[in-house]
Every structure is written in structure tokens, then in C-alpha cells.
């Protein structure tokens, strides 16, 4: 183990500060590392191992698909795209899909069009267009985007930045319909917060902004690249209120855990302002891509994947909920997504996921405070009941350490 992340460590940018555990297999909601010794993934990349590790359904749709034709560039035409986007379409209720690779990629081509259809279609002259955003957000690490985060250490030193983002509360309605002007062309919200800590809106805020947008004639632009796909419950957590939004992001989960595979979805009107030449990606829409992010959406009806994350969802956060912890301030959690709130006043949140994954559980903390959990939809339940153990024994101990700390009586 030492000799491969020293090797990392001598020649990675510094950009990350991974767990010290190397891995080299999966299977399912297990991993392995070079050591032989076994975890349970609660984490799942962040959503993008939503189908878990080698789903040997997804192995063979690439396999079969990388022994034919991988990549043309959407220069031609081939015969995988079609039926994904068609498939993808048909399940979102959207009329058209612009393919990419990268969630961040998808969420900047929403930005592209949205401005395009306010100039267009609103009228709104050129570099006047302003778009709503939530306090908390997290849309990707682009500089677009990095621009508008209300998180410091992901503006430090990037700038400058471009303009025409309004910053608005998370979960407040009026702060939305009192931010919208003349110039303002969409809302980009993500239906629950994820890097924020799990965040979970008022039920009805979804549906309300969505009124507002419509009466505004704003679009409402959902970014569901973490929350898509089965992972809070419903196909799409806009579907807890009833939303059917105006554009639509996906990724991570899209390429089952294989491909980097991305999308942004949206009516006819509003996909109906780019013309060719406008926007595009050398991999966007690739056919291995196609093919993959074609079976996972079977995948996931095919298993019923997202009302398991409903069943076992429900058991994760009032498993979480019932652990009686001095450390822990709240539990908050939609579907296979939950977040432990520690209080920093009696841990970091770290402390915790170090604890985790000396007893096998791998997870991650999200601003310092949350330890966060999102393991593959197709974990047992058996496996997520030996999870809450765990982390039970995880809180005790960094608890006791804590009381055992020089100044604490």
C-alpha cells in the first residue's frame, strides 16, 4: 500500500487527499484492497456507482460494444446513440438530449442553451441574462461554475469570473421570486443538496418554484447528476414534488459505474435554439458511452432499483436516527443518500470516517461537519444493518477519545 500512494502522492497534482486504502477490485457494494481486506462502498463515487461495482450486465454491454465501435465523434452518425437518447427521453418525459461526458460538462451546456433560449426566445440582449442559483450549491469545478459556489476554498485564486449569476437561500421560495427580474432566464437548483451536506428542502419548495418559474417565465433547470437515477427513491428526486422540470442534468449513475456518461434534457422549445456548431464534445454521444448508459436505464427498471433505494433508504436513515450519539447533531437523508451532521465542537467529521474505515466501511466527510452516505442501490440489507454497527462503534470511539483528551474532564 505504501509504495503505490507514495507513487501518487510524488507525481498526482495535489488536488485530493484520498482515504489511505488502495483498492483494486469491486464487486457489487464490496471492495477490495491490494491488502486482501474487504469494505463495504458507502459511497459509491458519489452516486456514480449506483449499480454497484462490475454489474456484470454493464461489463458485458461494454465489452460487447468496445469490440465493435467505441468512439466515432459526433462528426457521423451511429447506430447506439439513437436508442439512448430516445430511451432517455422517453423516461425523463423530455423531447430532446444533448449528450456529454462529465456532470460539470452537462451542467455548462444547460448554461449555454438557457442563455441562448433567453436571447432568442425572451429577447434578452446578449450577456444580459442572469440565472438563479442556491446558497450551498455544488454544479461542477469549471470556472463558470466555481464563480458562483458560495464555498471559499473553490473560488480562491480561480478567478476572474464571469458574471450574470444571482445567489439565493437553499429551501426559500420567496427569496426565489423576489430575485427574479426581467433579465432572469432560469433557476438551477439541485433538488437536495449533496456536497452541502445532505440537505434536504421543505417538502413543496420543488413544486412551489416550479409555479413561480412558470408564471415568471423562467426556467426551472433541475441538476440531478448526484440525485438522479433511482438514488432518493423516485427515478428523479423532482418527482418527491411532483416536478417535471423545464431541463433536466443528469450523470454520474448514467454510466454505471464504467464510462463517464452526461446528459442535459430539455423541451423542444428550448433545445430548439442551438443550431450545429453551437455546442459539442469529441466524446459526447460516443457509441460505447450510448451503449452503456443504455442498459443501466434497464438496469435500473429491470431491478426495481429505485424503489429499493426507497425500502432501504428508509432503514438507513432511521438506523442512522436511532444511534444515540453525543457527537452527532442531525441526520438528514432522501432515499440511499443520508448525511450524519457532526458537531464540530466535539469532532471533525474526518475523525469519524477514519474510525469507518478501520472497521471496513468506506465513506467520506463533505464540508468538514457531515459524514456522508450513499452506497450502491443494490447493497443488501444485511450489509447496510452491519453499516449502522459500525458506525455505531465508530462513534463511540471517537467519542472516548474525545473524553480522554487533555482539558476534557
Known sequence: ??????????????????????????????????????????????????????HPRLVAALSRQASRLAVTSRVFHNDRLPPFLARLCERTGMDRALPMNTGAEAVETAIKCVRKWGHVARGIPDGQSRIVVCDGNFHGRTTTVVGFSSESQYRRGFGPFGGGFVVVPFGDADALEAAIDERTVAFLVEPVQGEAGIVVPPPGYLARCARICRRRGVLLVADEVQTGLGRTGRFLACEHDGVRPDGLVLGKALGGGLVPVSAFLAREDVMGVLEPGDHGSTFGGNPLAAAVGLEALDVLEDERLAERAARLGDRLVEGLRAIDSPLVREVRGLGLLAGLDIDPGQAGARSVVDALLARGILSKDTRGTVVRFAPPLVVDRQDLDWSLDRVREALDEVAAARSRAPGRS
Not at 483494486?24 to 452516486?47: F, I, K, N, P, Q
Open 1 to 54: 500500500m505504501g509504495d503505490m500512494i507514495a507513487l501518487e502522492r510524488r507525481h498526482a497534482a495535489r488536488n485530493y487527499d484520498p482515504l489511505p486504502v488502495v483498492l483494486v477490485e469491486g464487486r457489487g457494494a464490496w471492495v477490495t484492497d491490494e491488502r486482501g481486506a474487504r469494505y463495504l462502498d458507502m459511497l459509491s463515487a458519489y452516486s456514480a456507482v449506483s449499480f454497484g461495482h462490475a
